[in-house]
């Protein structure tokens, strides 16, 4: 940590062809001169920097990288970097991995990758994840955008975003999450690509089949978007923190179902995606940034029914989905007996805002099954929001009432103080 300045001379070479941890935690070093050294050979680069908080300028202009097969984690958390220079022109046909590569690299207003060669790229996960950079240049070759991609990339000026030819794959998890302004509205397909296609500049698989990103700044007429027919899957976090969108229309296509931690399908290969559970609706809009208050379905949906902005099962027996920043009193009908697992997203305290906009819930005389984790979350709301949030119950219910301090619990069940 006593390092600030570091120059290599072109005699230096590298054990066993790597540069990997080669300054890794020098959190004092201040500027870097590799350019000539002799790195033919070298394959792996990962985290050769990572972590040198203070690293302002890094000079690897000439250096050797066509052996190179990973670059994780190469320039991680480098935050003030300004001047990396030569970085440009480098031969990357042998690179396969580049996840992390950039994350939270601060202060370079370009990153320009363009005339790199990403054919061969198997995992570019969370690769530019809290990068501020105002442009990111990719090159048409690109074959993989990994889960967490371009994460909380907020400071990117662009009002559309270009999806790469060569693209083969996308992750479903927070990929463009938080990505972008308010003035980044449309997702473009470069001419070649048969993967995807974007509608109205949300970006969509070529089949129509999954929805993948919304731009954080679109702008849909009354608030309402409509997700179109076809698509049976939605990428986790894809509304992207889209405040515009305040009613959201299931197609007749899409099943509401609870995605599990880890769901293979919901995670590509070199991903860390796919890291909360719950129903893939509720997932796909999360909390922080939307404004989602209502849920519809179409007259003819043969699943499920809408009900004063939630979604219930065709036969109004069990509670589906209730949206993210639901804003009425919930006055559950009679006639319903379950909350399915995961109606809301439970779990830490951001996750409890979710329904922090709403007034209350009532529990009908026939609701006698509510999962474990959606009575924590009603009782959560309630002592979160004591003054606004009210719970009632049926005093027909046979199950479920209120204790002496207000919470909804089992009959004869004595909740702790």
Known sequence: TSITDVKLYEDVSFANNTMANLF???????????????????????????????????????????????????????????????????DTSSLQNISGSFNAVSELKIIDLSRWDLSKIESSRICFQKCKAEQILLPDNLKTINAFFMNHVTNFKGTTFTIPAGVEAIGYDHTFYNFGTSAFTEFVVAEGNQNFKTIDG??????????????????????????????????????????????????????????????????????????NPGNNLNLAIYCEGCSVSSYEVKADNPRYTSHDGVIYTKDMTTLVAIPTWYDKYLDIPEGVTHIAYEASLHGDSRVIALMGNSTGVNIPSTLTNISSEQLKKLNDVRAKYPDTFKITVSPDNPVYSLDANGALVEKNVVAPN
Do not use: H
Request: charged content about 20%; proline content about 5%; aromatic content about 10%.
């Open 24 to 90: 890794y935690g020098c959190s004092n070093l201040v500027n870097a001169n590799l350019s000539g050294v002799n790195t033919t050979g070298v394959t792996d680069m990962s985290a050769a920097f990572e972590a040198c908080k203070k690293l302002t300028t890094l000079d690897m202009t000439g250096i050797d990288t066509s052996s190179v097969t990973t670059m994780a984690y190469l320039f991680y958390d480098c935050k003030i970097l300004k001047n990396l220079v030569g970085y440009e022109y480098w």
């Open 202 to 275: 949300i970006l969509y698989s070529a089949d129509g089949k999954r929805l993948l990103a919304i731009p954080l700044g679109k702008t849909f007429e009354n608030g309402v978007y409509e997700i179109p027919e076809g698509v049976e899957f939605l990428g986790q976090l894809s509304f992207s923190r889209n405040p515009n969108i305040k009613t959201v229309v299931l197609p007749n296509s899409l099943e509401l179902k609870f995605v599990p931690s880890r769901d293979p399908a919901y995670t590509l290969p070199g991903d860390n995606g796919n890291i």
